[in-house]
């Protein structure tokens, strides 16, 4: 980024915002397969699993979005255009939150094995719980955080959610399809039945 530079042996900023087009394009391609992985370890038929991967997917996609104009707002006078980002990136973000906690419960309910559907709910609610963080940090300068320390603890706060909710996220749904793979061996699930 032209945020900074090199001079006479020293960092400077160079007046330039920092810009997160690098971050929000990873997360135009990661967020919307973290919500399909999701999708795919769930029982459902084809038809819903691609209904469901290509909602949440394009609403995931939408949400970053609508959202990256609005970090390019930074005048401390004036942060209004911000809100209106933030406001409408939360309305994809609710939609998915509804989506992981109520819409797709029945889904989690059918799992026959309870440590798989354990681990189903405690990875749509890490999701959600991780997510959570991404509208709080986009709100920094709103809160008053200020120049550099703006700058800061936007890229601290994005860089610490993305590791919960992508290592976290990843490592749940890891150990979801190593309880179907384990439940599908003993023959004690609907998709064990299907292969013999």
């Known amino acids: 980024t032209e945020a900074y530079a090199w001079s006479d042996g020293a960092i400077v900023a160079t007046g330039v915002p920092f810009n997160d087009a690098y971050r929000y394009m990873d997360w135009l391609l990661t967020v919307p397969l973290l919500l399909i992985e999701i999708i795919l370890v769930m029982k459902l038929s084809a038809e819903e699993t691609t209904s469901k991967a290509i909602s949440l997917g394009s609403a995931s996609a ?13 005048d401390e006078d004036d942060l209004t255009p911000r809100y209106f980002y933030w406001a409408g990136a939360m309305i994809p973000f609710l939609y998915i939150v509804k989506e992981l906690l109520v819409g797709l419960r029945d889904v989690t309910e059918s799992e026959e094995d309870p440590k798989t559907r354990g681990l189903i709910k405690m990875t749509q609610i890490w999701t959600v719980i991780s997510w959570c963080t991404y509208p709080i940090v986009y709100l920094f300068p709103m809160l008053g955080i200020t120049g550099a320390n703006a700058t800061v603890g936007i890229q601290l706060g994005y860089s610490v959610s993305d590791i919960i909710s992508k290592c976290g ?5 890891y150990q979801v399809t190593m309880a179907k793979s ?5 023959g004690n699930s609907d998709e064990a039945r299907l292969l013999n």
Do not use: N, Q, T, W
């Open 62 to 74: 939408l949400m970053i979005i609508i959202g990256y104009p609005g970090e390019l707002f930074r």
């Open 169 to 173: 996220v990843g490592l749940l749904i």
């Open 182 to 186: 384990a439940a599908i061996k003993s």
